[in-house]
């Protein structure tokens, strides 16, 4: 299995390559060449299997210059005790046929984990596999939950450093506290004034930057990524739509090869992009319903074919989803417009001079045939949290309240009476401030991590323990810096041993 560029001129690479180099040298992203397929029989043997065995052979179709005891080691270390369920990935049982999937097991408490836990491990052994001498500084934009994923994964890693710049007034109290806090001595963590997409294009511009690059070089590191434009991240999310499968068809909520939906919160399009391989490779999927917030520049997509990102940026509720730029979607592009790296290139640079792009003919038959999209206002998104707390007693975040409303409206439009599962992104304790609010809970002068006790109180919910531990946890880094500083904060990061 070799990876191409997105824009479709580079030279082939493996996957180990892919990894390690992060992005093409033409700027598109490492796709597979094709789809490995998962073959009913295989699901079906799957659904035996743990967690990490599961993930460790998807990975595996898409990996073949790794061997798979190699990857059964990586998935083994990755999804262990840091995650407080044994099932890592569980399904929570609302009604006969709605799911949800969560994905916030682990030791940050969001879905980024799932990826982020095992990318350090590929990436490490993609730099031996590549000979690279050097060490690897990742450089991380995060609207929240990346970051501390991020740093939580490279805590450590001998070879790595990982610095995180994340929007000053664009993440939650208690996804603050958990990045000021983090432990470690090959991390740096840095606001930035400006929103998440000033801050991923800052990353960009870095990345771009010779004289930054032949400077790092000279101190021995290379600027590496994990945000999820690495393969190394998109990869092991493949795993958890196969294994969220395995897991109904053993509990008999459905027959081999019957198709299910699964709606997914969606913000820079790597989850559910990871959905629609899972698709590609036979996995029986009905409809993939992408899930926006009030920045519903994917849904206007979907359902018109023009992707135009000239337009109000709203700071919202679920903030992981607020982005304008989306960019797996260069992913989805090549895939829909049959791996024409010319197409893409040409949307690309309309979306670089004038903001949007448009799709018709086939690519855009290609993306209804399987997408559908919807998007929940802030307003529906805090009735949907109290509704079903009310109504069930389940508590859910912001993110996952927006999927579950796109997933009742998408009901309702339809009728399709498809096992339906809706992925959950984020543990409801991320989210303290709003949730409590979508309870009508008044928490008075109470703020910062002290919410958590708060929606405890009243909920009875367990804390994740992670979380619990940020209320005795020290600041460790308190710094912002304005857009034009970033370049200079890396390089004194870097600087500093
Ligand atoms: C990152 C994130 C999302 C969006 O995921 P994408 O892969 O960027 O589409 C949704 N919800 C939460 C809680 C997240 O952390």
Not at 274 to 301: H, W
Not at 332 to 351: C, F, H, I, Q, R
Not at 377 to 405: F, P, Q, W
Not at 464 to 477: D, E, G, H, S, Y
Request: net charge negative; aromatic share 10%; with cysteine.
């Amino acid at each position: 299995m070799l990876y191409q560029s997105t824009r479709g001129f580079d030279k082939k690479v493996t996957g180990a390559e892919a990894i390690a180099y992060g992005l093409a040298d033409d700027g598109g992203l490492f796709v597979p060449q094709f789809f490995p397929s998962l073959r009913p029989e295989m699901l079906l043997k799957l659904v035996d299997e743990t967690y990490s065995k599961r993930a460790a052979y998807i990975i595996s179709l898409f990996m073949d210059d790794f061997d798979i005891n190699e990857l059964n080691e990586y998935t083994s270390r990755a999804y262990s005790c840091d995650f407080d369920n044994a099932g890592v990935a569980p399904l929570y049982e609302l009604d006969s046929n709605t799911r949800f999937l969560e994905l916030w097991h682990g030791p940050t408490c969001a879905f980024k984990d799932m990826a982020l836990q095992i990318m350090p491990e590929l990436l490490t052994a993609s730099l031996k596999k590549t000979n690279e001498t050097r060490s690897v500084c990742i450089l991380v934009a995060t609207s929240g939950d990346t970051g501390k994923a991020a740093l939580e994964g490279f805590r450590d890693i001998p070879g790595t450093k990982i610095m995180v710049f994340y929007p000053r007034d664009g993440v939650s109290e208690v996804q603050k506290h958990q990045m000021i806090s983090q432990a470690g001595d090959n991390v740096g963590v840095t606001a930035i004034e400006g929103n998440f997409d000033d801050a991923q294009r800052g990353v960009k511009e870095i990345f771009s930057d010779k004289t930054i690059s032949d400077e790092l070089n000279g101190s021995g590191y290379f600027l590496s990524s994990a945000n999820s434009i690495n393969w190394g991240r998109l990869v092991p999310q493949v795993a958890y739509y196969i294994s969220a499968y395995n897991d109904l068809l053993k509990q008999g909520c459905i027959k081999p090869g019957e198709k299910i939906n699964f709606c997914v919160p969606t913000g820079n399009f790597g989850n559910i992009l990871a959905a629609y391989y899972a698709e590609r490779m036979g996995l029986p999927v009905n409809k993939l319903i992408c899930a926006s917030n009030r920045n519903d520049v994917l849904t206007q997509f979907i359902k018109t074919g023009v992707y135009d990102r000239n337009r109000p940026f709203y700071t919202t509720v679920s903030p992981s989803m607020d982005i304008l730029v989306s960019s797996n979607l260069e992913r989805l592009l090549y895939e829909l417009a049959g791996k024409d790296g010319t197409a893409v290139t040409s949307y690309m640079s309309s979306l670089s001079e004038k903001g949007k792009y448009s799709i018709s003919g086939r690519v855009s038959d290609e993306l209804n045939r399987v997408f559908y999209s919807g998007s929940c206002s802030e307003e529906d998104t805090m009735k949907t949290i109290n509704g079903l707390y009310v109504n069930s007693g389940y508590l859910i975040d912001t993110h996952t309240a927006v999927a579950y409303k796109v997933l009742n409206d998408y009901r309702s439009e339809t009728g399709d009476k498809s096992v339906s599962v809706v992925v959950s992104t984020a543990s409801p304790y991320k989210f303290c401030e709003s949730v409590l609010a979508a309870l009508d809970i008044p928490v008075g002068s109470a703020g910062g991590v002290d919410l958590i006790d708060k929606l405890a109180e009243i909920t009875g919910c367990e804390i994740p323990a992670p979380l619990l531990a940020l209320k005795t946890a020290a600041v460790r880094f308190n710094n912002s810096v304005s857009l034009t500083g970033m370049k200079k904060a890396v390089m004194d990061f870097v600087g500093k041993r």
